[in-house]
């Protein structure tokens, strides 16, 4: 079992059926709905990944995407297209929609477990790369052999933007120590629960998580420059006790802001 749920939408009630069946083999969360208008009734925030057929009563699979990431709820929720309609053109319309892959019906349930085992593989290993750029470039060497070691997969332009936007949003707050995850989620335009699953899908950290880590880092990164005491190293990263400013910096980095600039500074002779 792991912690993956995935909502099949498609009028074909034996292909969900069977769908469900596989995919709960392989330790998937399944829910199904014979129509989007079914589907849309449910709490979508809740999953992980979307199947969804196009040709579906009033309700189109194009058109429930279109709703879908026009809600700042789900939008960021992964959708794959699963369809009979197979030209070009249809395959173009679907990636616009901001899907994230698109398959044409007939397909063996091998392959289309293979495609979601490699969407989802893709995320947990851009984890991996989001964890390695936190760690002080001390140990940045470690964290880069570390990777080379697999093939490390690109964001997509839809979750590009949205790290990018998240960044923004923390490095313009950075100093503020009273920053919430709520103030991060708004300025992202997601509400708190998506923006949490969201940013927990793409680096395996919680909101709260990843602002210590990115702060910890910058603070770093200012330690290294040697321009600044650690009382204004920790009010620039929005910690204003230095005591605990030292003692958030040890647990993640095992080592005193004090022992880390003298670590720099062997390194560097």
Do not use: W
């Given at each position: 079992m792991n912690d993956y749920r995935i909502l099949v939408v498609d009028d074909e009630e034996d292909l969900c059926e069977i769908l469900k069946f596989n995919l709960e083999m392989e330790g998937y969360t399944v829910d199904t709905a014979y129509s989007a208008e079914e589907a849309l009734k449910l709490d979508i925030t809740q999953y992980n990944l979307l199947l969804l057929d196009v040709m579906m009563g009033e309700i189109s699979g194009f058109k429930m995407a279109r709703m879908l990431k026009a809600n700042k709820d789900t939008a960021e929720i992964p959708i794959i297209f699963i369809t009979a309609k197979d030209t070009e053109n249809d395959t173009i319309t679907g990636f616009n929609l901001g899907a994230d892959d698109y398959i044409t019906k007939p397909f063996s349930a091998a392959y289309l477990k293979a495609r979601i085992f490699n969407l989802l593989e893709q995320r947990k290993k851009l984890q991996v790369l989001y964890c390695a750029s936190l760690?002080?470039?001390?140990?940045?060497?470690?964290?880069?052999?570390?990777?080379?070691?697999?093939?490390?997969?690109?964001?997509?332009?839809?979750?590009?933007?949205?790290?990018?936007?998240?960044?923004?949003?923390?490095?313009?707050?950075?100093?503020?120590?009273?920053?919430?995850?709520?103030?991060?989620?708004?300025?992202?335009?997601?509400?708190?629960?998506?923006?949490?699953?969201?940013?927990?899908?793409?680096?395996?950290?919680?909101?709260?998580?990843?602002?210590?880590?990115?702060?910890?880092?910058?603070?770093?990164?200012?330690?290294?420059?040697?321009?600044?005491?650690?009382?204004?190293?920790?009010?620039?990263?929005?910690?204003?006790?230095?005591?605990?400013?030292?003692?958030?910096?040890?647990?993640?980095?095992?080592?005193?802001?004090?022992?880390?600039?003298?670590?720099?500074?062997?390194t560097s002779l």
């Amino acid at each position: 079992m792991n912690d993956y749920r995935i909502l099949v939408v498609d009028d074909e009630e034996d292909l969900c059926e069977i769908l469900k069946f596989n995919l709960e083999m392989e330790g998937y969360t399944v829910d199904t709905a014979y129509s989007a208008e079914e589907a849309l009734k449910l709490d979508i925030t809740q999953y992980n990944l979307l199947l969804l057929d196009v040709m579906m009563g009033e309700i189109s699979g194009f058109k429930m995407a279109r709703m879908l990431k026009a809600n700042k709820d789900t939008a960021e929720i992964p959708i794959i297209f699963i369809t009979a309609k197979d030209t070009e053109n249809d395959t173009i319309t679907g990636f616009n929609l901001g899907a994230d892959d698109y398959i044409t019906k007939p397909f063996s349930a091998a392959y289309l477990k293979a495609r979601i085992f490699n969407l989802l593989e893709q995320r947990k290993k851009l984890q991996v790369l989001y964890c390695a750029s936190l760690l002080p470039l001390a140990t940045e060497q470690q964290a880069t052999e570390q990777t080379e070691k697999s093939s490390l997969p690109s964001l997509s332009p839809n979750d590009q933007k949205f790290m990018d936007k998240v960044m923004e949003a923390i490095e313009k707050h950075l100093d503020n120590g009273d920053l919430m995850v709520e103030d991060i989620a708004s300025e992202v335009n997601m509400s708190r629960s998506v923006f949490f699953k969201k940013l927990k899908t793409l680096t395996g950290l919680s909101p709260v998580e990843f602002l210590r880590e990115i702060r910890m880092k910058r603070a770093a990164q200012l330690i290294e420059t040697e321009e600044y005491s650690m009382a204004q190293i920790a009010y620039m990263v929005g910690l204003n006790d230095s005591h605990y400013f030292s003692k958030c910096f040890k647990q993640q980095y095992g080592i005193t802001p004090t022992e880390y600039k003298e670590s720099r500074k062997q390194t560097s002779l």
